[in-house]
């Protein structure tokens, strides 16, 4: 049976960064990092522009050959876990063979949740997750005019924004009443929106999708929405969100909630299993609860720790909590967001919409949230400013005049 | 060895927020600065946000596409162009605005050190941007033989023990070395029990007399006709400014060929911190003890450096620990020079025992003396005269400096006062003579027969024929 100090279950940003953290930490105690996929690491966040053609898939690839032999840590693709035995400590394929470990890490990310929508089994649709996926919507955009994409999130957005420029007739249905919810207000979402109808997307917000059913003997299809619209698609791409892939870990023992639960140090409830990453439920930095936040920032910082933890590393930090950060383009415009930047109630909102808009959130004087659109900012320097809960009382004019160089000024003096 | 990495160096003190540097940035990257100067807390007070070329970046962490990595020869974060897909998710990892939007064109842009050859410094004015170079030090000489034996019995946090390794690496093994009394003998790199503690030939000559022994051992290597071995000293302060003063005067009066470093601790510290002729006005020592009447050394040092110059050395030069680029490109100058003729570097060197420094400040100490003036770094050739190596401009008040240093623990306003006016008349003096006026015309070249300073010398191929001669 094949064996491995450190059996990294998953192959992106949190599996690679745990790779690197017990590397630091351990040179030498035997690795192995599998994964379903057929390729070496890539970011989901790089799909669209592989769909776009902006990136080559040949070209996606986070790390080539000679990082995992540098790093002495056997890459094993195409193994798609199949369960947990915590117990005896071995993980069992897909293909029938078991990986022995003494150190887990369950990285195994998200996949598309497909919504429940009366005939999605009897149609042809897309989803945006593999680079199989992206390939594959690449080539499908080439011979179709009319797609429907159910979902106005980052992946939804994206890929409507790609075709639209390939020169097909896209609609998105969202169910809420705004475009990349919770991430943007209202006014911001509007610039958005606009930018989508000006490039001929039609956008169905507060829509929902009650069935499809396939035409032209399944080349195409039909999308009911509850107000008795039709939509016809030659290409239906769901983009409703992801949820963590948990499915293999049933009767583990593994506590697992939405996604994986994990404490501020990325264990969970068994002994010598971490989780991190997309699959991971930990702490919320807002509402210190647990909840998925699914972003590269969160997926590094969680992979880290978890490697830390897994090489029994000392400088092990405790995770302060998941800021969900957004940073997204569109038709080459810049819209940022970090933290609880929609928020609005028993929080200090401070707009300014001249030219670009921005909406600074404060709370106690104390930044919590901040987005923009077509004025960028650094996103970073207001993450750590919201994370150390720095105090702006001094500063509150300035910064509400001038964010990004008070933000600066600030970073500086905190960094000497 | 591991690599160490160059970088750009940011000291706010100094920054009076012209915007120079982002200006050079901008027209040498032909696009938006990649550092942002803003104000600070107060007026006249400024901040800088610049790429850290971080050890762990945050920024190539949450990279998707893998356009940002760090280079391990250089050190720097690069960016490559056609993998990034312009998510700006790097924006998000950097928590110290190094990496940002250029509005121009809309895509990132970030610090790249300019190979090596950053623009922004070069046109900083004051001297708040520097480019450090101490990486590349490190890289060169790290790996190489340290030619003193690892448990000599320095102080906790020795700075001369730093010299001494850092200089004999330097050097190498084609060296005679004079050690005379001292600190530097005396922690043991002269050796116990017929052992040395030194990997070249050293000798142990006595306070007065190193500056001759080393001219008749330099006559000796001229005559067998190795030209190729550094005739050296690392002595103290007291070896060299008092009791050897007139061996030292003298070889450099006849322009013997030889390297003398003094490593200046400011007083006798070996044998329990005596006063010395270098050390400075209101000084603590077990001499110039401090009560209810004395309060600590009633004279100024004396600056020999300066009086070294007068003697028109070949070379001349100060230096200091707390700036090792500059220490290396001298101790390289220095060594040259010493074939031809007199070379003299003078180390200010900080005594965490002598002067109540807590070892892990002494580098700190090291440049506040410098940042401060107390001390200042040049150099002179009798070719060029005296030239700054580091701008006395734009200097911290002498307070910041003794406020550090334990020995200065018990000043008054008015020895402050006086500390703060020496300093003063002493940099001023020192721009008068490295004035931007030309040098003084070097002597020409006197009848045959004659005997001058080989520093006097204008031509260095007749003076390469005298060493010949030699």
């Not at chain 1, 690449?138 to 020169?167: C, I, P, Q």
Request: aromatic residues 6%; proline residues 5%; neutral net charge.
């Amino acid at each position: 049976m094949p064996e491995a100090k450190y059996l990294l279950v998953g192959s992106s940003h949190a599996a690679l960064e745990a790779l690197r953290s017990i590397r630091h930490f351990d040179p030498d105690g035997s690795m192995a990092m599998l994964t379903r996929d057929v390729y070496r690491p890539y970011s989901p966040t790089i799909l669209p522009y592989v769909v776009s053609g902006r990136s080559k898939p040949a070209a996606v690839m986070l790390r080539d050959e000679a990082f995992f032999e540098a790093n002495n840590c056997a890459f094993v693709p195409e193994a798609v876990a199949q369960s947990l035995d915590a117990k005896a400590r071995t993980v069992r394929l897909e293909n029938g063979e078991s990986w022995r470990y003494e150190r887990l890490l369950i990285a195994t990310g998200a996949a598309p949740a497909i919504p429940p929508v009366k005939g999605i089994d009897d149609v042809r649709f897309h989803v945006l997750r593999s680079l199989e996926d992206a390939t594959g919507l690449r080539s499908a955009m080439g011979s179709s005019r009319h797609a429907v994409v159910l979902g106005a999130g980052l992946v939804g957005l994206h890929a409507a924004e790609n075709m639209a420029e390939a020169g097909l007739k896209v609609s998105v249905v969202e169910m809420q009443g705004h475009v990349l919810p919770g991430y943007f207000d209202a006014k911001a979402s509007e610039r958005i929106e606009a930018a989508f109808t000006g490039h001929g997307v039609k956008l169905y917000l507060n829509h929902k999708v009650v069935a499809v059913e396939p035409r032209d003997g399944g080349h195409s299809c039909a999308v009911h929405l509850e107000d008795g619209k039709v939509l016809q698609a030659d290409l239906l791409l769901v983009a409703t969100g992801v949820r963590p892939v948990t499915d293999w870990l049933n009767g583990s023992g593994i506590a697992v909630d939405k996604g994986v639960l994990v404490d501020e140090a990325m264990r969970t409830n068994v002994e010598g299993v971490w989780a991190a990453g997309d699959v991971a439920q930990a702490v919320d930095f807002h509402t210190g609860q647990p909840a998925l936040i699914g972003i590269i920032p969160t997926a590094v910082e969680q992979g880290r720790i978890a490697g830390q933890g897994m090489a029994d590393d000392p400088y092990v930090k405790a995770y302060p909590g998941g800021i969900p950060v957004n940073t997204y383009r569109f038709f080459g415009r810049v819209a940022l967001s970090i933290g609880q930047a929609a928020a609005s109630g028993d929080v200090e909102v401070s707009e300014h919409d001249d030219g670009g808009y921005r909406r600074v959130v404060l709370s106690d004087n104390r930044l919590v949230g901040y987005a923009s659109v077509d004025e960028p900012f650094d996103v970073g320097i207001m993450g750590e400013l919201i994370r150390r809960k720095v105090d702006l009382t001094a500063v509150k004019d300035a910064f509400i005049a001038r964010p990004v160089e008070t933000g600066r000024r600030l970073m500086s003096e905190q960094w000497r | 060895m591991g690599a160490a990495f160059d970088t750009i160096a940011f000291k706010g003190s100094l920054c009076d927020g012209c915007g120079d540097c982002m200006t050079a940035c901008s027209s040498a990257k032909k696009g938006a600065s990649r550092l942002s100067i803003v104000p600070g807390a107060s007026e006249k007070v400024f901040e800088l946000a610049i790429c850290r070329q971080c050890g762990d970046p945050k920024c190539a962490m949450v990279c998707p596409s893998g356009a940002l990595a760090k280079d391990g020869g250089s050190g720097v974060i690069g960016w490559d162009a056609d993998k990034c897909i312009d998510c700006l998710l790097c924006t998000a990892g950097c928590a110290y605005g190094g990496i940002a939007v250029d509005p121009g064109i809309s895509r990132v842009a970030k610090c790249d050190m300019c190979d090596g050859d950053p623009a922004c410094v070069k046109s900083c004015p004051t001297g708040a941007l520097e480019y450090r170079k101490a990486g590349s030090i490190y890289n060169e000489y790290g790996g190489k033989e340290d030619l003193f034996v690892p448990g000599l019995s320095g102080c906790l946090g020795c700075n001369s023990e730093l010299i001494m390794r850092h200089t004999m690496r330097k050097i190498g093994r084609n060296s005679v070395l004079a050690t005379p009394p001292g600190c530097i003998p005396g922690m043991g790199s002269v050796g116990y029990n017929g052992k040395t503690g030194t990997k070249v030939p050293v000798f142990h000559p006595l306070l007065t007399n190193t500056a001759s022994m080393l001219a008749g051992i330099r006559r000796h290597y001229d005559r067998i006709g190795r030209k190729d071995i550094v005739v050296m000293a690392l002595a103290g302060d007291g070896g060299t400014a008092d009791c050897g003063f007139h061996a030292v005067s003298g070889a450099a009066e006849r322009g013997d060929k030889i390297l003398y470093i003094c490593v200046d601790n400011e007083g006798y510290m070996n044998t329990g911190m005596q006063r010395s002729g270098t050390t400075p006005y209101g000084s603590w020592t077990s001499t110039t003890p401090v009560g209810e009447h004395m309060k600590g050394k009633t004279q100024d040092a004396k600056n020999l450096p300066m009086i070294m110059a007068a003697h028109k050395c070949r070379y001349v030069a100060t230096a200091s620990t707390g700036y090792m680029e500059d220490l290396y490109e001298k101790l390289d100058r220095a060594v040259e020079a010493s074939f031809e003729g007199f070379a003299y570097l003078h180390i200010y060197s900080p005594c965490p025992t002598g002067w109540r420094v807590p070892s892990s400040k002494v580098i700190e100490a090291c440049r506040m003396s410098v940042e401060s003036n107390f001390v200042t770094l040049w150099e002179y050739t009798p070719k060029t005269g005296i030239r700054f190596t580091r701008s006395p401009d734009n200097a911290l008040p002498v307070s910041a400096y003794v406020k550090m240093i334990g020995k200065y623990r018990h000043l008054s306003q008015d020895q402050l006062d006086h500390i703060q006016a020496k300093v003063d008349e002493q940099v001023a003096l020192l721009k008068v003579m490295a004035a931007d006026s030309p040098p003084p015309p070097a002597a020409h070249r006197p009848p045959a027969g004659s005997s001058t300073p080989a520093g006097g010398e204008t031509s260095q191929t007749s003076l390469r024929r005298e060493i010949s001669r030699n």
